[in-house]
């Protein structure tokens, strides 16, 4: 397998890139059985490498969300059937139960230095890591706005 080194560096494939995806409370109250994809798998061998991430909590007026201990939203590669080389947590819990929230998170250029094989042709998910699911917000009117800076590589 390809690691990455001085000596087999990846190359750029792009200039930056920004995707913004709006989740509504129905998503996010369901994100551990059903992860979003925010950013598409960029296709056989490619990887995408996160620059950095925001989130912004959109406070509908009602009622919060509620979220347990460690629910939390947060990013990985894959949807969650293969292997989940790394992930970084976006939204803490702290910012899921407020009014109003928004979350600046900056990556490395990959979640852990391993395999490139690992994050070959992988889409970048939001997901809750615990297998209770966030609740709250009987009204269904928060939104959560995730926007994401990453570049693709070849392997």
């Known amino acids: 397998m390809s690691q990455i080194s001085v000596f087999n560096p990846p190359t750029v494939v792009n200039a930056a890139l920004t995707k913004t995806v709006v989740l509504t ?9 059903t992860p979003i994809t925010i950013i598409a798998a960029p296709g056989a061998g490619k990887f995408i490498s996160i620059l950095n ?3 912004n909590l959109t406070y ?3 009622n919060v969300f509620i979220a347990g201990a460690a629910q939390s939203i947060a990013l990985r590669y894959t949807n969650g059937s293969g292997d989940n080389p790394g992930s970084a947590s976006l939204l803490l819990n702290a910012g899921i139960v407020s009014t109003s929230s928004y979350v600046n998170v900056g990556f490395p250029i990959l979640a852990r230095v391993g395999a490139l094989a690992l994050f070959e042709n ?4 939001a997901w809750n890591p615990i297998a209770t ?5 009987a009204a269904n009117n928060n939104t ?5 800076t990453y570049l693709v590589f070849n392997l």
């Open 25 to 33: 409370s129905a998503q996010v109250k369901t994100l551990n059985a």
């Open 53 to 55: 991430a925001s989130a």
């Open 60 to 62: 509908g007026g009602s």
């Open 122 to 125: 992988q889409p970048i998910v």
């Open 133 to 137: 699911e966030i609740s709250g917000n």
């Open 144 to 148: 959560i706005t995730i926007a994401i």
